[in-house]
T-cell receptor
Framework: QKEVEQDPGPLSVPEGAIVSLNCTYS??????FMWYRQYSRKGPELLMY????GNKEDGRFTAQVDKSSKYISLFIRDSQPSDSATYLC????????????????FGQGTILTVHP | DGGITQSPKYLFRKEGQNVTLSCEQN?????MYWYRQDPGQGLRLIYY???????QKGDIAEGYSVSREKKESFPLTVTSAQKNPTAFYLC??????????????FGDGTRLSIL
């Protein structure tokens, strides 16, 4: 079983829809949670970053973390064709000392298409 | 503008050939990382470096080598020992390597294909 599971989709929605993207994880040490957006033939860009449980909102984007269920979500309101991309969740545990480091563990990515 | 520059954007490798992918950053970050991205598999860590002249193997280091002679540069060599090198390669960096609370910044990748 992978440490982080993400539904690869693809997900296709009409413009203006609310999109829900989700990841589940198995490592209870994860404390830092990120969502990246990746356009075709480009590198991932950071969308949202949250620490521990709770919600964080930035414009049309809301990130939600439920550590008790080991489940994180990204909601996109009023989706636009420009939101069409692959969305990657990523998470990490605090530094544990020695030669360890802030390793990011990624989900497989969800391909989203928003059609006009 | 600060950022990470990867070159070339596209690269072709012949059988038995070593190729080197360039990654340069002007963010003054200490830590740098190399990932491989394959369809449906997310990002997998190849190598990482927390400081100049030091680097560690990631999850899939076999067939790859790196060097870190300068803070701003972290080139990746794909050797002939890597039997399935076709993939999208991404370089990333963080201000320091030891904390788990720093999101990684990515370059725009190099797509490597076999001739």
């Amino acid at each position: 079983q992978k440490e982080v599971e993400q539904d690869p989709g693809p997900l296709s929605v009409p413009e203006g829809a609310i999109v829900s993207l989700n990841c589940t994880y198995s490592n209870s040490a994860f404390q830092y949670f990120m969502w990246y957006r990746q356009y075709s033939r480009k590198g991932p860009e950071l969308l949202m970053y949250t620490y521990s449980s709770g919600n964080k909102e930035d414009g049309r984007f809301t990130a939600q973390v439920d550590k008790s269920s080991k489940y994180i979500s990204l909601f996109i309101r009023d989706s636009q064709p420009s939101d069409s991309a692959t969305y990657l969740c990523a998470m990490s545990a605090p530094y544990a000392g020695g030669t360890s480091y802030g390793k990011l563990t990624f989900g497989q990515g969800t391909i989203l298409t928003v059609h006009p | 503008d600060g950022g990470i520059t990867q070159s070339p954007k596209y690269l072709f490798r012949k059988e038995g050939q070593n190729v080197t992918l360039s990654c340069e950053q002007n963010l003054n970050h200490d830590a740098m990382y190399w990932y491989r991205q394959d369809p449906g598999q997310g990002l997998r860590l190849i190598y990482y470096s927390q400081i100049v002249n030091d680097f560690q193997k990631g999850d899939i280091a076999e067939g790859y080598s790196v060097s870190r002679e300068k803070k701003e540069s972290f080139p990746l060599t794909v050797t002939s020992a890597q039997k399935n090198p076709t993939a999208f390669y991404l370089c990333a960096s963080t201000p320091t390597g030891v904390s788990g609370n720093q999101p990684q910044h990515f370059g725009d990748g190099t797509r490597l294909s076999i001739l």
